[in-house]
């Protein structure tokens, strides 16, 4: 038993006449880019500079128009009293004159409401567009730089390993490049 365990110990320690077998190490290898990255562009847009001035300059222009429109229907409303308490006192072809010229000022009144409503949500959307736009070739350098292939919106991918979300980096990047950036033509003031 004794002869077995030095033999053991022998073949065991390394001679310089025994060959050994070497096995290279791989060199470190660096991080392999993901081909495949994502973008939230909602967020992109909404955590931009230009973004939240969009949304500051819109919130302002919506709270302005809704005040409007509380003014107007009050001012409306006390109108149609006052008519109401007329009513008694016309004949009633005065009274059918007045009444068809009221419904005339409050459907005059509604579409150019409706109107201003329709500009904030155009200038909105416009804002959104020139964002885009701008952001093109933002994305694409981010493509380049990271070695990928394709940028996906987020909420298209079922699963992803965050660190192929470069929704903070690009808007890092969009507030250097164009920061607050020119906003759309001016939403309608009432």
């Known amino acids: 038993m004794r002869v077995a365990l030095v033999l053991a110990a022998a073949l065991l320690l390394p001679t310089g006449g025994m060959a050994q077998e070497v096995i290279p190490q791989e060199a470190p290898r660096a991080p392999v880019p993901p081909p495949v990255l994502v973008v939230n562009q909602d967020a992109m847009f909404e955590q931009s500079a230009f973004g939240r001035a969009a949304k500051t300059r819109l919130e302002a222009a919506s709270a302005t128009l809704v005040s409007e429109n509380r003014a107007i229907e009050a001012a409306l409303e006390a109108e149609e009293r006052s008519l109401t308490e007329r ?6 072809a005065e009274f059918r004159a007045l009444a068809e010229a009221f419904n005339t000022k409050v459907e005059g009144i ?8 329709r500009s904030i949500t155009r200038v909105r959307d416009e804002d959104r567009q020139q964002f885009f736009a701008a952001a093109a070739p933002v994305l694409e350098q981010i493509l380049r730089e990271q070695g990928a292939v394709v ?5 298209q991918v079922v ?13 890092r990047r969009m507030d250097e490049e164009i920061g607050t950036g020119t906003l759309s033509a001016e939403p309608p003031q009432p």
């Open 87 to 92: 009513r008694a006192n016309l004949p009633p």
């Open 110 to 117: 509604r579409k150019a409401q409706d109107s201003k409503s």
């Open 151 to 155: 940028v996906l919106e987020r909420r």
């Open 159 to 171: 699963r992803s390993l965050e660190r192929i979300d470069i929704t903070a980096l690009a808007v």
